[in-house]
C-alpha cells in the first residue's frame, strides 16, 4: 500500500493528527510529442486543439498545437520583458499571465493579436476557468476567483489540506467541479474544493518523470489539461487527462485509481 505520509512529505509539510485523503495513482494510456525547448506555464484543451502558455524571458510564448504530432500550428512570443505564467480560454479570448509584471495580456482567441491587458497586484502563476469567473493561483496558498470582462477579485479561498496551508499552487484546471493544481516542486496534483478550499485528495504522478526525456534541471512537472468525453466510467469522470512537466519531451495521457 502506498504510504499518505510519504507522499505528503513530497509536500513539505507534516500532517496533523486527521482522517487521511484520498491518494490517487495512475496509468499511462497514451504519449504524444512535447517540445522539449517549452517552458510549460499553462495548457488547456479547446476545439480539438491543444494550447499552451510558456514562460522565460525571452522565450514566452503561446501556441495552438497539434495533439498526435506536436506540430505547432500558431504562435505568438511575448516581449522578452515578460515571463509568460497560465493560460485560459474564456469565450473568443485567451487569457495569458506573467509571473512579476503584474500584466494580464487578453489574447484574440483565433488570431492571438492582443485585445487588451489588465493590471493584477499579485504574482501570476496559473489561471483557469470554471464557466463563469477565473481562478487564479499566485504562488501562495490562495485561490482568486476573477471577473473575466474586469479582472477585479470577487472572493478569495485559502487551500488547506487537514487544515493546513498548501503554498506553491502552479498550474490550474477545472474537471468537473474541482480545481486540480500542481504543486510546484513536487510530483503531485492536488483536488481542491472551490468552494471550501480544502483538497479532497491527491494525485501521485511520482515515477511520470523517468517515463520521459527532460530538456534541463528544472524541468518539473507542470501541465494540467482536459477534454470531456462520454465515458461515465472514468476514474476521473466523463473525460480524458493530460499531463506533462516543464521541458518534457512527452505530453501523458493518464488514468487514474485510488491506490492499493
Known amino acids: 500500500m502506498k504510504s499518505f505520509l510519504n507522499v505528503i512529505a513530497l509536500l513539505l ?3 496533523p493528527a486527521a482522517a487521511e485523503v484520498p491518494i490517487y495513482d495512475y496509468q499511462i494510456v497514451a504519449r504524444y510529442p512535447h517540445n522539449t525547448a517549452s517552458f510549460t506555464q499553462g495548457l488547456e484543451f479547446h476545439d480539438g486543439f491543444l494550447y499552451e502558455g510558456t514562460g ?18 500558431q504562435s505568438k512570443r511575448l516581449a522578452s520583458r515578460y515571463f509568460g505564467e497560465g493560460i485560459s480560454i474564456v469565450g473568443e479570448r485567451i487569457f495569458q499571465l506573467t509571473w512579476q509584471s503584474n500584466i494580464v495580456f487578453v489574447h484574440d482567441l ?17 489561471l483557469t476557468f470554471d464557466g463563469e469567473q477565473l481562478i487564479l493561483s499566485d504562488g501562495s496558498a490562495t485561490l482568486q476567483f476573477i471577473d473575466p470582462e474586469t479582472f477585479q477579485v470577487s472572493r478569495t479561498v485559502e487551500v488547506t489540506l487537514q487544515g493546513r496551508p498548501i503554498r506553491n499552487l502552479n498550474e490550474l484546471e477545472y474537471i468537473n467541479g474541482e480545481v486540480w493544481a500542481n504543486v510546484w516542486m513536487t510530483n503531485e496534483i492536488v483536488r481542491i474544493d472551490p468552494a471550501s478550499g480544502n483538497i479532497n485528495s491527491v494525485v501521485d504522478l511520482n515515477g511520470l518523470i523517468d517515463e520521459t526525456t527532460v530538456g534541463g534541471s528544472d524541468g ?3 501541465g494540467i489539461a482536459w477534454i470531456p468525453n462520454s465515458n461515465p466510467e472514468a476514474s476521473t469522470g466523463s473525460g480524458r487527462l493530460f499531463v506533462t512537466g516543464k521541458l518534457w519531451a512527452d505530453l501523458f495521457e493518464i488514468e487514474i485509481a485510488i491506490a492499493e
Open 13 to 15: 509539510f507534516s500532517l
Open 56 to 73: 522565460k524571458n525571452g522565450r514566452s510564448t503561446l501556441s495552438k498545437i497539434n495533439l498526435e504530432d506536436g506540430q505547432v500550428l
Open 110 to 126: 483565433n488570431s492571438f493579436e492582443t485585445i487588451t491587458s489588465h493590471y493584477h497586484p499579485t504574482e501570476g502563476w496559473g
Open 220 to 222: 518539473v512537472l507542470n
